[in-house]
């Protein structure tokens, strides 16, 4: 049996950016085509996703020797765990009891132009009562679920770029 050679840095951080797109071009269809409007914490997750897919873009283009991909591998892994956390926040805010559930509140636009940035942030990571809503699962996970799942995806493979030797 012959063993195959692993893509490398560059190939791999081309693949982490593709998923990030591929992602992203998920999350666009079915806010357009579908009519899944997004909540603030989708909205935030997306950032995060973008992220991740940025700073491989960049590790790609780049090409560094060790210490720069351990640089990168860090910073798309913070972008990661971050994420990650968004959506785990996201997945408890959906199986909360209903009389638990945080009330709605306004929209993203609306936090940031009335009130101050870190109060905005606070808002925002906090989530409200439209981020608990349900509106599509597949194989019992909902689309948060499924965007922790890929958050832990993009996590795996962004620390193994970090910690690659070739």
């Keep these: 049996m012959k063993i195959t050679k692993l893509p490398s840095y560059r190939q791999t951080a081309l693949i982490i950016f593709a998923g990030c797109v591929g992602l ?15 909540c603030p914490l989708c909205i935030t997750q997306r950032i995060f996703i973008i992220g991740v897919g940025l700073i491989s873009l960049i590790a790609a283009i780049h090409n560094p020797a060790a210490l720069g991909r351990k640089v990168y591998g860090c910073l798309a892994t913070l972008s990661g765990v971050i994420g990650a956390g968004v959506s785990a926040r996201h ?8 009389d638990q559930v945080p009330a709605c ?3 993203l636009a609306y936090m940031f132009d009335a009130f101050p940035l870190l109060d905005a942030l606070k808002l925002l990571f906090a989530g409200d009562g439209n981020c608990a809503d349900v509106v ?13 799942v890929a958050f832990v995806g993009l996590i795996a493979i962004s620390v193994w770029q970090g910690l690659r030797k070739a």
């Design 24 to 38: 992203i071009l998920a999350a666009l269809y079915m806010q357009e085509v579908l009519g899944l409007h997004p």
């Design 91 to 98: 997945v408890w805010l959906q199986n909360l009891p209903e």
């Design 105 to 107: 509140g306004p929209d």
């Design 136 to 148: 599509a699962s597949f194989l019992g996970l909902s689309i948060p679920g499924w965007t922790f």
